[in-house]
């Protein structure tokens, strides 16, 4: 490269140098540029959000309007749904509570029914604080079904009634009116719950306001469906699914029942006057102010994994006006099984229209509930308002009903003493004939008998008055409620059973317990069976039954095992006291003196005339001796 290229090289970097010092902007231009620039970023940034917000805004705009066209077609679907009843398709949740001394109801404002029931006096087993709840939530359901006048079928749980008013009288008579709305000026139907001061009747009227605007002009009664499960309230399952039942009455005072034990239901034409859900100790009545009309009822027991023991279901209909020129009337009787409570509801009432409610009780049939209720109730009542022990009280029942029957009992041990000491008598007969010559040995048996002035017979003449009170005692003393959470001894609750040993697995028809109470009325029925044999004559025969009599304790253990420890206790006490009384005749009754009475009136047989039973005993052994001897001679022809 030449000098000449070199120079203008330099030249051209001067050039460049310099022309770009004279270029430069001032301190001033370069802060202006900066400005500018800036404002022009921020107006970019403006611009944008500007842009943004609109948008959000056109978004909700165009939601509104969204919404806005939804709601209405909301609206058109629930007043084409609905009907006249639009405006009690949507409303407030809640329960609006009614109590008294005894019961607090729960009205639930989504549908107008009572969603739950608790008795203030008692409480559920294992629970000391709480009171008893016979159900709530949708543990129990009730609906009417209502036909628009657009012909919709609506059912009364799916709307909303509002409170109307809440009153209360001068006699404490507390009243709700749930009151479920229309679109239609002075269209209303209110459902009116009465609560008096100290009572276990709830009052239900069912009353319309001017209904034929918003119903079917040819509606006449309302079809009502009632669905209840019943919780375990008490410790033995398996003796409280034995009580609970759904019994009914009909117009007429008849009384039927569905089965305890299995799945059972009923379709019934007659008129219903009441429908109970019964428990072991509790029950739910629904009391039909004129009557139920055709009726379908269900009961279903469920397993025992849960916590509920049955499910009762009804499917009915009630007289219903809808000008509202007549109430449609129901009652409920939340409240025990208490037989005089239930009874008084009947005081000072017609006999035709007298409710029974006091059969919901089970007293046994015919002659054992009589018995209840003519001296076993009775005198429990006494005893009780004395402010006795439970304990106590079934010990004096025990020891009144044993002084009843004493004379009876006296003389059947009479008649034994006598059977006793004519036993060498008796094995000498036996001796003499064979087993097959059984009818000369059983006319030697009646001859020796007569003679004595013996009755073989009379010795269960007892029994005849004994057997229908124990009877009446086995069904009184596990349906009494005042058992209910009594203790006694080591029994926290003499209405169930006292386990002082419980195992896993259940053995059947035994359990899965053993109850100390039942225990020792089986010892003491084996000790009584033993002291009852000893005094008893005969030979290989009575050997066989003496071991059937001693087997019979070991079958009660077993039957009873489950039962309330309070009727073993009764048994206990009963089986007790019939041992003292045993050896009290025993001391009493001297067989040489019987010995002596018996042959004082073997002297006098000639002069006496035989016995009925004797004498028709005497001839149906001659017709016999006469039959077999005819017999013979035909086979010998033969």
């Known amino acids: 490269m030449d000098k000449k290229t070199w120079i203008g090289f330099l030249l051209i970097a001067v050039i460049i140098v310099g022309f770009s010092l004279i270029t430069r902007p001032s301190k001033e231009e370069i802060a202006e540029r900066k400005r500018v620039q800036d404002s022009i970023a921020l107006v970019k940034a403006q611009e944008i959000e500007t842009q943004l917000i609109s948008d959000q805004i056109a978004q909700q705009i165009k939601a509104e309007q969204e919404n806005a066209q939804s709601s209405a077609q909301i609206a058109e679907q629930v007043a084409a749904l609905y009907g006249p009843f639009a405006p009690a398709a949507e409303g407030e949740e809640g329960l609006v509570v009614l109590e008294n001394e005894k019961v607090r109801i729960s009205i639930a404002r989504r549908g107008g029914r009572i969603a739950k029931a608790e008795l203030k006096e008692y409480k559920a087993y294992g ?17 009417f079904t209502l036909v628009t006048n657009n012909n919709r079928v609506l059912s009364t749980d799916n709307l909303y009634f509002t409170v109307a008013s809440q009153t209360t009288d001068a006699e404490g008579k507390t009243t709700l009116v749930m009151r479920l709305n229309t679109n239609i000026e002075d269209c209303y139907m209110d459902i009116a719950y009465s609560l008096p001061a100290d009572d276990y009747m709830v009052g239900m009227s069912i009353q319309a306001h001017n209904m034929q605007w918003a119903l079917a002009q040819n509606m006449s009664s309302l079809e009502m469906h009632w669905e209840q499960l019943i919780p375990q309230q008490e410790k033995g399952r398996k003796f409280e699914e034995k009580y609970a039942q759904l019994q009914y009455m009909f117009v007429g005072n008849d009384i039927e029942k569905l089965s305890e034990t299995k799945a059972d239901r009923a379709k019934e034409s007659a008129r219903i006057k009441w429908i109970a859900y019964k428990d072991q100790f509790f029950s739910t009545v629904m009391i039909a102010g004129d009557a139920f009309e055709s009726t379908q009822l269900e009961s279903t027991p469920l397993n025992a994994a849960s916590r509920h023991i049955k499910e009762y279901k009804t499917a009915t209909s009630l007289p219903f006006d809808i000008t509202g020129k007549k109430s449609t009337d129901v009652k409920y009787y939340f409240g025990p099984n208490h037989y005089n409570t239930l009874k008084a509801y009947d005081k000072d009432v017609a006999k035709d229209e007298k409710l029974h409610l006091n059969e919901l009780v089970p007293l046994g049939w015919k002659l054992v509930s009589w018995i209840n209720k003519a001296l076993v109730i009775p005198m429990f009542d006494l005893f009780m308002s004395w402010g006795l022990h439970i304990g106590i009280v079934i010990l004096l029942m025990t020891l009144v009903i044993k002084l009843i029957i004493l004379p009876f009992v006296f003389a059947s041990y009479k008649s034994s003493a006598k059977m006793r000491v004519l036993k060498p008598q008796l094995d000498e007969i036996n001796a003499k004939y064979p087993p097959e010559k059984m009818q000369e040995r059983q006319q030697a048996t009646m001859a020796l008998y007569q003679k004595a002035g013996v009755n073989p017979m009379s010795g269960c003449l007892p029994m005849l008055f004994q057997f229908p009170v124990l009877m009446a005692m086995f069904w ?50 084996i000790i009584y069976t033993h002291i009852t044999m000893q005094s008893q004559a005969g030979g290989q025969e009575m050997k066989i039954m003496k071991w059937m009599m001693y087997l019979m304790p070991l079958m009660f253990l077993f039957f009873f095992n489950d039962y309330a420890a309070g009727l073993s206790y009764y048994y206990f006490i009963s089986l007790l006291m019939t041992i003292i009384q045993t050896m009290i005749f025993r001391l009493a009754i001297n067989d040489k003196k019987v010995l002596a009475e018996m042959e004082a009136k073997a002297k006098k047989k000639g002069t006496q005339k035989k016995s009925g039973f004797m004498a028709r005993l005497e001839a149906m052994q001659r017709e016999q001796q006469r039959m077999a001897r005819e017999n013979a001679k035909a086979q010998m022809r033969r």
């Open 127 to 143: 629970d000391s604080v709480n009171a008893l709840c016979l159900f709530q939530g949708e543990e129990s359901k009730l609906n």
């Open 476 to 525: 009184f003393l596990p349906t009494a409620i005042e058992l209910r959470g009594q203790s006694l001894f080591w029994a926290d609750d003499l209405s169930t059973y006292d386990a002082i040993i419980t195992w896993n697995n259940s053995i059947p028809v035994f359990g899965n317990h053993l109850s100390l109470f039942c225990l020792i009325m089986t010892v003491v029925n």
